[in-house]
């Protein structure tokens, strides 16, 4: 059985965690959030799949068509066994060709082994956001 303690300690490593990915991306620096992906982890998205090796890549792609990034966490739950994490959060853009700014709500399930990513999995309404 696990402690209040030792689950505390445990929830803290996934939100540190999650922080880092948040930070990475709003500072199109993945060297924030590498050491968190296994060599064979996926971030999978509504925009595709994306192996650990190319999101450096895909970062940068991203903001050189999108400004401004904010993040903001509303939600963090882990199984007790911190190998599932769901997250929600808003992730708030400036689209660079015409300017407009518009906030997505996103939900993510999260795969961890040994504390690492596997998977991360994001799902949101593509229809409502500027990155379509």
């Known amino acids: 059985m696990t402690s209040h303690a030792s689950n505390g300690a ?3 490593s996934i939100r ?10 709003r500072r199109n620096n993945f060297d924030l959030a590498a050491g968190d992906w296994l060599p064979h982890g996926v971030l999978i998205s509504p925009g595709g799949e994306f192996p650990a090796s190319t999101l450096r890549a ?11 990034l904010q993040i903001e966490i509303t939600n963090l ?3 007790p066994d911190g190998t599932k994490v769901a997250i929600e ?3 708030s ?6 300017g407009v ?8 399930i999260v795969d961890l082994v040994d504390g690492k990513i596997l998977s991360w999995r994001e ?7 500027v990155e379509a």
Do not use: K, N
């Open 16 to 25: 540190l965690l999650v922080d880092r990915q948040a930070e990475a991306w």
């Open 77 to 79: 739950f882990a199984s």
């Open 58 to 68: 895909t970062m940068h792609e991203f903001h050189a068509s999108f400004a401004d």
């Open 123 to 129: 799902y949101f309404d593509l229809a409502g956001s």
């Open 101 to 108: 700014r518009g906030t997505t709500a996103d939900a993510i």
């Open 10 to 12: 445990l929830l803290e």
């Open 93 to 98: 853009v400036t689209r660079r060709r015409d």
């Open 89 to 91: 959060w808003l992730w």
